[in-house]
């Protein structure tokens, strides 16, 4: 049975057709004008973007250059009267749009075809609505208000950099209210080759505005010719010499950097940033650095040696600090002041230069409020448990990611500390071993649980091993998006076992259900997937939806589009909307997660 009935069917078909009238009827039912510019074959399944995405993006770009090149030059002709007939023209045509959803009930608002059609004919209102907004006759301080949400509102650093060189080409007003506030200019992402004219200038502009500053100097290509990491470790683009000189410029202003983010090969360019930080520091330089993150993406797991003496962190001024990344690189642990962080992101740490045990739970201690915690190939030197251990208790901590551990390793790590209110879990690249017994672990743990991702996590497929899934998505009943990729089948179909097999919930109520049993993570409503059967994810949708807890949507990664075939695409669809979601991406549900407690309210 289809998830959209036959009526929602020809309802649509009837709204394209009375919404674009001297059009035929189109061959597919998501053809509108927003398809017209993408390369999808009209009879393959269609790119069902999401906002904020890419997709989303260029479709609304190809809606923008198409009205405005058959518009006439600005101030050449009034078209004022006719751009406001069409804005309200395109505004009723949205009004009649929510009156088809409301008649066809709750799986509308789902359905792909609408959300593309809706959301058409809304970019199409507003072209022409802001054709007719006189905005040079604002007050100069409501402009300037106006370009900082323009600015700020992106969803990548990048595209915040393409609108603010957008902006300052308008017109010399303009030009001039931009150039004019130091805080459109404070952002700053170091992309522009050495010297980084552009970037300084920018650097310039912001005066005395408190910093945010990107520096990616990693080469995509590096590494990529062959996997000798011996050879290649020395093999990089960036030399000491360039950041010296950089980081030389950009500690003119040390104390007003709120945020740094460094991303490097190798060794060198990352310690003379660490050096350089300790030595502003010991100058009497003051450091207000809220967020630091320092990505040597090389060889991972590697030791300097004996001769290394690690970095005192800002030397000590660390009081501000909030948000800590490191990733293959370490400092100081037991001489640098850790306290009151947010959010603690540790990867790829040789385990001889983590912090000791006592060091990691220290900093857990003084971090009471502490929301994020990533422990991702890194973490605490392993050493003996007390007999009087008792387990930290992080009640803030919302965010928990664990991956790339031993099995024995990863239970030792979740037995430091207690999280009852997590709401985002993580868990991947645990492998090469049976993870049954960690699984085991956390049943019951994370109760208030909403947001479960799981990449390349092995369970056994053994009595065993389902017992221990069955317990754990028994014990997260708010579950409501679930983000799965390279997993063996037999634990995804763990979801749709029947708890009661398992001694689980014999007195709990079932009339709700249609087959009269109990349905693990009954409000799991979102799927997110990649390097999965486009088959197997069928007859599993399929398989929620028999058992009364139907998916709204399902989406799957941009990079594995192509791993789903146009039949497996129509076989998901037939039973819950498809939309693909770049990698990375953010999607509408994971931000509505993000701000809402297990009753929908705003937290």
């Not at 990089?236 to 950041?243: G, I």
């Not at 060091?359 to 392993?382: I, M, N, T, Y």
Request: proline residues 7%; hydrophobic residues 40%; aromatic residues 10%.
């Amino acid at each position: 049975m289809s998830f959209y009935p036959k009526p929602t069917e020809k309802t649509v078909n009837a709204v394209m057709s009375d919404l674009n009238p001297v059009r035929p009827a189109p061959l597919h039912p998501v053809l509108d004008a927003v398809e017209m510019h993408m390369t999808v074959p009209l009879n393959r399944w269609p790119k069902h973007a999401i906002m904020g995405t890419a997709d989303y993006k260029k479709r609304q770009e190809f809606l923008m250059s198409d009205h405005l090149k058959k518009l006439p030059p600005p101030g050449t002709t009034d078209t004022s009267a006719k751009d406001m007939l069409l804005s309200t023209m395109f505004m009723h045509k949205m009004a009649q749009m929510q009156r088809v959803i409301q008649r066809q009930g709750p799986a509308a608002s789902d359905d792909p075809r609408y959300i593309y059609l809706y959301d058409d004919m809304r970019f199409k209102r507003n072209i022409f609505y802001w054709r007719n907004f006189r905005m040079n006759d604002l007050p100069p301080e409501i402009i300037t208000h106006i370009f900082r949400i323009a600015a700020w509102s992106t969803s990548t650093p990048d595209e915040g950099t393409r609108i603010r060189i957008i902006l300052t080409s308008v017109c010399a007003k303009w030009r001039r209210l931009m150039i004019e506030d130091c805080t459109l200019w404070s952002a700053i992402w170091f992309r522009d080759p050495p010297p980084y004219e552009r970037s300084m200038e920018w650097f310039r502009r912001a005066g005395g505005a408190p910093l945010d500053i990107r520096i990616n100097e990693h080469d995509a290509d590096w590494k990529s010719k062959d996997d000798d990491w011996k050879y290649k470790e020395d093999d990089h683009r960036f030399t000491t010499e360039q950041m010296n000189e950089l980081v030389d410029k950009l500690l003119v202003k040390v104390s007003q950097i709120r945020m740094l983010v460094l991303v490097v090969d190798n060794w060198p360019p990352a310690l003379v940033v660490l050096n350089k930080l300790q030595e502003a520091a010991y100058a009497g330089k003051a450091i207000n650095m809220e967020r630091l993150e320092i990505h040597r993406m090389g060889q991972p797991m590697v030791w300097l040696g004996p001769g290394h003496t690690p970095t005192v962190l800002f030397g000590g001024q660390t009081r501000a600090l909030k948000y800590l990344c490191l990733r293959g690189v370490h400092i100081d642990w037991n001489a640098t002041p850790l306290s009151n962080l947010s959010t603690i992101d540790l990867r790829k740490i040789a385990m001889n230069v983590a912090p000791t045990l006592n060091r990691f739970r220290e900093v857990l201690l003084a971090c009471p409020r502490l929301q994020k915690l990533s422990l991702d190939g890194a973490g605490p030197q392993p050493s003996a448990r007390m007999p009087d251990h008792i387990p930290i208790n992080l009640p803030y901590l919302k965010v928990l990611i664990i991956g790339g551990f031993s099995m024995v390793y990863s239970c030792y790590i979740l037995s430091q500390f207690k999280a009852p209110n997590v709401r985002d879990l993580t868990l991947m690249n645990l492998t090469g071993e049976d993870y049954t017994t960690m699984i085991a672990a956390i049943a019951a743990r994370y109760r208030e649980l909403r947001l479960l991702t799981l990449y390349t996590v092995n369970i056994s497929p053994t009595e065993k091993g389902t017992k221990a899934m069955v317990r754990f998505l028994y014990a997260i009943p708010y579950l409501s998006y679930l983000r799965i990729a390279s997993m063996n089948w037999h634990v995804i179909e763990a979801f749709n076992e029947d708890p009661r097999e398992y001694g689980l919930g014999q007195d709990a109520d079932t009339q709700s259900f249609p087959q009269n049993r109990q349905v693990l993570c009954p409000k799991l409503q979102t799927l997110e997937f990649q390097q999965l059967s486009g088959t197997k994810i069928a007859e599993w949708v399929a398989r929620r939806k028999e058992l009364g807890a139907p998916l709204k949507r399902a989406y799957v990664n941009s990079p594995y589009v192509n791993n789903v075939t146009a039949e497996e695409a129509d076989m998901i669809q037939q039973v819950v909307g498809l939309f693909i979601a770049p990698l990375g991406s953010t999607t509408p549900e994971e931000r509505a997660l993000a701000t809402c407690d297990r009753y929908g309210e705003t937290i």
